[in-house]
């Protein structure tokens, strides 16, 4: 299992991107909860951001792909808007141990 972060580091609605061990994943909090994905836009496959740890919308209600504006429920991944409507962000298997993230 891959150590990602503390918890506590990732501040309330605000995301991580994290590159470990070959894998491209990002970390959302919101409400207290945890959200991983893996960071590929179901549009065409490519990483959400362009610029490092922004992969939410500007009030931070959805993640959004810096690509083409597709918007994504933090809770389920889902893609409500944009080219890959209906689509949705692959849930990234994790566990929390106390404070510590760690992808399975
Ligand atoms: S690559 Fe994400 S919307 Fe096009």
């Known amino acids: 299992m891959t150590v990602l972060c503390q918890v506590h580091e990732i501040e309330e609605d605000s995301a991580r991107g994290f590159d470990v ?3 491209s994943v990002l970390a959302v909090k919101k409400d207290g909860r945890i959200y ?3 960071n590929s836009c179901p ?3 490519i990483p959400l951001e362009f610029q490092p740890d922004e992969f939410l919308d500007m009030e931070k ?3 959004q792909c810096a690509n083409h504006g597709a918007l994504f429920e933090i809770e389920t991944g889902d893609c409500i808007a944009g080219p890959c409507s209906g689509q949705a962000l692959t849930a ?3 566990e929390i141990d106390g ?3 760690r992808l399975i």
């Open 92 to 94: 990234a298997p994790f």
């Open 36 to 38: 991983v994905y893996v």
């Open 61 to 63: 209600r959805f993640i």
């Open 43 to 45: 549009h065409i496959g």
């Open 99 to 101: 404070d510590t993230l």
């Open 21 to 23: 061990d070959g894998r």
